[in-house]
């Protein structure tokens, strides 16, 4: 057990898919992967564990933001010798190019928050996604026809801002999408040696205004989520 996970000593997979919301975790587990148990339920933040093509795969929901997820990856990497960690969340999109419900796969993170800034003190980490997981996911991606984009995303700290003229400068350096974890989750994977990938869902567009319903974000996106899995555990390991 950790200070925010119950899970006991090999409850937790070394391959962890992580969404946001503890709702999709159930989804995912229910949906997914056979034999799940739930593993965790401490402050409501859902993690299970299962089987996915005879293969141990355990899901933890993190929460929103680089905090949250900060804190639920440090102990499943720290605690639980988790290996291999992909997030399975959403985004809105910042180019024209992409679409509602495109994927992004994200190569590489941006971020406005300070949090890196003060690990290096006041010096710039790019955090990187594994590029074996990237090598894997384009695969994986070329396989199913899949409409994804591959490159630089932007982890903000601020959902909701009144400075629109700030995405601009985004946009113009070709960041395909916004979001909340991945730069977070790519600086712990690489302090700890473990392997990483983002992989989002396109749930609205900064451009265009267009989105998804919550429904559909909570239950829906399985494409993304098979893709994770076809990546977490490649057909050699089965």
């Known amino acids: 057990m950790s200070l925010h996970l119950e899970a006991k000593a090999g409850e937790i997979a070394p391959v962890v898919l992580l969404p946001g919301d503890p709702l999709r975790a159930q989804f995912i ?3 997914f992967l056979t034999d ?10 859902l993690g299970f564990t299962g089987l996915y093509r005879g293969q141990r ?12 997820l900060s804190i639920y ?23 024209q190019k992409v679409r509602v419900r495109d994927l992004v796969v994200a190569l590489s993170a941006s971020t406005d928050s300070a949090m ?6 006041g010096m710039d980490f790019a955090p990187t996604a594994d590029f074996e997981l990237l090598r894997r996911a384009h695969q994986a991606v070329a396989r199913c026809g899949a409409t994804a984009w591959f ?10 801002s009144d400075d629109s003229p700030q995405w601009q400068t985004w946009i113009r350096h070709g960041v395909l999408a916004a979001e909340m974890e991945t730069a977070a989750l790519y600086t712990l994977s690489a302090r700890f040696g473990a392997r990483a990938l983002s992989l989002l869902t ?5 451009i265009t205004g267009e989105h998804t319903s919550a429904e559909e ?20 390991n089965r």
């Open 29 to 31: 587990a229910e949906r």
């Open 36 to 45: 799940a148990v739930r593993v965790n339920q401490v402050r409501n933040a």
């Open 57 to 68: 795969v355990s899901v933890q929901s993190t929460g929103m933001g680089m905090p949250s």
């Open 73 to 95: 990856v440090h102990e499943l990497l720290h605690d639980y010798g988790a290996k291999v960690l992909l997030r399975v969340g959403t985004c809105g999109a910042l180019q």
């Open 116 to 121: 890196n800034r003060h690990v290096f003190a």
């Open 151 to 160: 490159g630089n995303v932007l982890t903000s700290d601020t959902f909701y």
């Open 202 to 206: 396109v749930s609205d567009h900064v």
């Open 217 to 236: 974000r909570q239950r829906s996106f399985g494409q993304m989520i098979e893709l994770a899995l076809e990546i977490g555990v490649p057909s050699e």
